[in-house]
């Protein structure tokens, strides 16, 4: 456990470490003097390790919840004038994101009940109400479905313009929902659950009319990636919403620049995803491939994802402390 000693050790660089950022934040790095720029690099390294310390610590959790936020804020201009290169972007992805994303578990684990909740819903209404599913998709898609039509196999003709416009769509949809965030996590909360809801309604009219093999084939690949991603993209909207709501003890504007940053960087690690989904999409998933071949992929994916969130950056972790 740690000691009152320790804690009040540090309170003083961490005070220091708080002003400097929040001068940064009011006036920018160039209103900080070179002896203070120096200062800030210091404090940040050391309120750091302190955080290392803290995390040890479980009854610390307040405390470690305050060092998080200010080695975050600090983070942001101690390394504002770093390029981005290919090394670095292999870096986030493999080491940073998945340690963002295992910290934002909640909120990963938050998007994905409310789209599966949604599912759930539009799943039972159409069971029980049929005409639910022509409200929801339209008389086109329904004529397709009632005549045991896939309405993906138009893709097969303009694969490579297929690809292109398939990943353009997919990003902004994950753009969106992270960006609905801002509106205090509201306009997140409504496109994960319109999507869930409007999913699990193709899914259950398709199962109706004995089409449902087919579409779960043509989704499986490409939804290995896809639908992880919205649900990232989810996280990332409710985290913003949630700086907006709760700054803890970080003034507003601060706790939104935090939540921002995070919210950010999550966002920005499903753009590969998404690019790999969406060549998917487009070149097998309404392919006549064996249907064995596409669960395959789409499994293959999956587990690769999960174990890459789940044991990337532990090593690096390790070896920073």
């Known amino acids: ?169 997919n990003i902004t949809v994950c753009f969106l929902t992270f960006a609905g965030g801002i509106f205090a996590g509201l306009g997140t909360l409504y496109l994960l659950f319109s999507n869930g809801l409007q999913i699990a309604t193709v899914l259950t009219c398709c199962a109706q009319h004995h089409m449902l093999l087919s579409l779960v084939s043509f989704m499986t690949a490409h939804g290995a990636l896809e639908l992880p991603s919205i649900m990232f993209a989810g996280a990332a909207g409710l985290r913003l919403g949630a700086g907006i709501l709760f700054p803890g003890m970080l003034r507003r504007r601060a706790a939104l620049a935090l939540a921002g940053l995070e919210a950010v960087q999550l966002v920005a690690g499903t753009i590969p995803l998404l690019i790999i989904a969406g060549t998917l999409e487009a070149f097998l998933s309404p392919t006549h491939a064996p249907i064995a071949l596409k669960f395959s992929v789409g499994a293959v994916l999956f587990t690769g994802l999960i174990l890459w969130l789940t044991e990337g950056g532990r090593k690096s972790a390790a070896t920073d402390n």
Not at 19 to 26: F, S
Request: no cysteine; net charge positive.
């Open 1 to 169: 456990m740690l000691s009152n000693l320790w804690i009040n050790s540090r309170k003083n660089n961490w005070n220091r470490l708080d002003a400097l950022v929040h001068q940064v934040e009011a006036s920018g790095v160039r209103s900080l003097p070179p002896a203070d720029l120096r200062d800030l690099g210091l404090l940040y390294r050391q309120a750091a390790a302190d955080l290392s310390a803290v995390r040890s610590d479980r009854s610390s959790r307040t405390l470690e919840q305050y060092l998080n936020r200010l080695v975050g804020r600090a983070h942001n201009y101690v390394y504002s004038g770093q390029r981005i290169s290919f090394v670095t972007l292999w870096r986030f992805m493999a080491y940073s994101y998945p340690r963002l994303l295992r910290r934002l578990s909640g909120y990963v684990l938050a998007a994905t009940a409310l789209f599966l909740l949604a599912g759930l819903l539009g799943a039972l209404i159409t069971a029980i109400h049929p005409d639910f599913a022509a409200l929801m998709l339209g008389p086109q898609m329904m004529n397709k479905i009632e005549h045991h039509q896939m309405w993906t196999e138009g893709v097969l003709s303009i694969k490579p313009q297929a690809a292109s416009g398939i990943m353009t769509n």
